[in-house]
């Protein structure tokens, strides 16, 4: 049922905004005893106040989402979500008990944390980031519109980092435990196998573009080592801090060479 539809509603789509624009402050006291735990809080408190308006029960609701939590910080948003309908249908004297929520928590915290650092982390930041490097590339000979790839970067990347959190929020609530059967639909393994081949093809073309410019031989030929060069680095696993000072390093030697 749509959430403009419920009656009897005590957090309203307003709320829901709010706890939105909070999950941005998830991480900003970071623990390593417990995590997220203090980041959470601070997301739902607003809910847990309308919720208990008892400072007594305020204080328990506050205590129970003190413990331990950690997840991808997106898909946090969908458990915020999740949470704050629990609780509604606590406070409203339903089944849920206290335990029932901490489980909830636990378990689908780890999941949508490996869904997250997986789908963000592992394909659509280096797809985005390669998209505004093809651009830097095709521009290479005509600075005055490579600027524009870094805010094209942005604006790809929090296009879905931004609708994430929103729908998260939105459809924890109205779904709840369900939500796990919506992201299974959604296909997050084909879209992250679809990135990293699109984001070979990109640099296929990056490639291509470069290799056939009006380049002298020697120049076509030192690009094509160190592509190559980089290509058997990273096989040998080679971490990308080490790879980017190699590429700082080589960049400058370039510049000083031609």
Not at 191 to 201: A, D, E, K, Y
Request: charged residues 20%.
């Amino acid at each position: 049922m749509a959430i403009s539809q419920m009656d009897n509603i005590i957090i309203k789509k307003s709320d829901l905004y709010r706890l939105f624009w909070r999950s941005f402050c998830l991480q900003a006291v970071w623990n390593f005893e417990r995590m997220q735990n203090l980041g959470f809080l601070y997301i739902l408190a607003p809910v847990l106040n309308r919720l208990y308006p008892e400072k007594e029960k305020r204080v328990q609701s506050y205590r129970r989402h003190l413990e331990f939590f950690n997840t991808h910080p997106y898909f946090a948003n969908a458990l915020v979500g999740i949470v704050a309908r629990l609780e509604e249908e606590m406070a409203k004297g339903g089944e849920v008990k206290p335990e029932q929520i901490t489980t909830v928590k636990m378990s689908m915290g780890g999941a949508f944390g490996g869904i997250g650092d997986s789908l963000f982390w592992g394909a659509w930041r280096p797809f985005t980031a390669l998209v505004a490097c093809v651009l830097v590339i095709i521009y290479l000979r005509k600075w005055e519109g490579a600027w524009l790839a870094p805010l094209f970067f942005l604006f790809l990347y929090n296009f879905l980092h931004f609708h994430t959190r929103i729908k998260g929020v939105m459809e924890g609530y109205e779904k709840k435990t369900k939500m796990v059967r919506l992201l299974k639909k959604r296909h997050y393994s084909r879209t992250i196998w679809s990135s990293r081949l699109i984001g070979l093809g990109l640099v296929l073309l990056a490639v291509i573009i470069i290799f056939f410019r009006d380049w002298r031989a020697i120049e076509r030929l030192y690009f094509l080592a160190f592509f190559l060069s980089i290509v058997f680095l990273n096989r040998r696993r080679i971490s990308s801090a080490k790879l980017l000072y190699l590429l700082i390093g080589i960049s400058c030697a370039g510049a000083y060479i031609f």
